[in-house]
């Protein structure tokens, strides 16, 4: 088991790609502390997740600071270490479109979700990290924080840019203390998230025709990189941009 031993706080795990990182993980063997602000979902993706003992639910919201120090106390309260944080949760509403029509409250609340809650998880949880003799920050990005949209979700994409940014001063602050930083960049997942952006077929493959590979990703694709960057595999790797995205970044068109 590529995990066996550490203990990881996935964040957004109730739903989407950090349901299937909190079962894959304890597949691997790891213990996970699996936060999400809906209850009852999350009780489900620890159900799912197979190992009862091996997952603790902790409900809170992540852009809340006294949420995040709470739920990563009890975790290590729980399980009595803290070796990776897998910053999953984020939001992409429909109301996030370009810079002219976005308000402000959506602005916030998408900065919030997607960049306030590294920002937190990180602040509670590399001390943490350091006190367990180093470990791996791995941050969920998006591949259009390398690339600019037609069909614009600005809010969204400048809190992903701010993820990158984040990502690599962590890995030179934190780097001698052993705490290595890396961000996935996800190409488009199929999750309930993505396919509310599909309201027809064709505005489906208009999206799929840029994927030279031909398929939309699966949440598995990006947790295998999770798990490699969560493993002593990836322990000379950090301040890196690890792109999923079945090729779309390299498509010209």
Request: proline letters at 4%; glycine letters at 10%.
């Amino acid at each position: 088991m590529r995990l066996a031993g550490k203990v990881i706080l996935v964040t957004g795990a109730a739903s989407g790609m950090g349901r299937v990182a909190t079962r894959m993980f304890v597949e691997q063997g790891a213990k996970v502390i699996a936060a999400d602000v809906n209850a009852a979902a999350l009780n489900e993706a620890v159900a799912e997740a197979g190992s009862p003992e091996a997952v603790l639910a902790v409900t809170g919201n992540v852009a809340i600071e006294a949420d995040v120090a709470r739920m990563i106390a009890d975790g290590v309260d729980r399980f009595g270490r803290l070796d990776v944080l897998y910053n999953n949760a984020g939001i992409m509403p429909d109301e996030d479109t370009s810079v002219l029509e976005t308000s402000e409250a959506t602005w916030a609340r998408v900065l919030d979700a997607n960049l306030k809650s590294i920002f937190l998880t990180c602040k509670y949880g590399i001390p943490k990290l350091v006190e367990a003799g180093g470990g791996s920050v791995i941050n969920i990005a998006s591949f259009v924080a390398l690339m600019g949209c037609t069909v614009p979700q600005d809010a969204y994409t400048a809190s992903k840019g701010g993820v990158l940014s984040l990502t690599r001063s962590l890995a030179v602050q934190y780097g001698a203390q052993g705490v290595r930083a890396n961000a996935i960049c996800p190409g488009p997942i199929m999750t309930p998230m993505l396919e509310t952006l599909f309201p027809s077929e064709e505005e489906k493959n208009k999206r799929l025709d840029r994927i030279p590979l031909g398929r939309f990703g699966r949440a598995e694709d990006i947790v295998w990189a999770g798990i490699f960057l969560a493993s002593d595999e990836s322990s000379w790797m950090t301040g890196s941009q690890f792109v999923v995205d079945g090729g779309i970044t390299v498509n010209y068109f």
